[in-house]
């Protein structure tokens, strides 16, 4: 979400994805960097956040990339 120029992400994964590698703490930390943030949390749920609204569309984009390369598509 976005709310006054600051972004907030949130990310959740099954057993299922954690066992083949998807973790959320993981998946946040990479996205809120592109938006000149931080973010980090446990395999199964994690929050971040960001600056850079303008970046948001390719933070949102790398989460695609984040599970192919996890899961070797």
Known sequence: TV???KITLVASCGKGAVAKGVKAGELVRKAAAICGGTGGGKPESAMGGGK???KLDDALASVDDFV???LGI
């Open 3 to 5: 709310r006054d120029e």
């Open 52 to 54: 850079d609204v303008l």
């Open 68 to 70: 192919a390369e996890k």
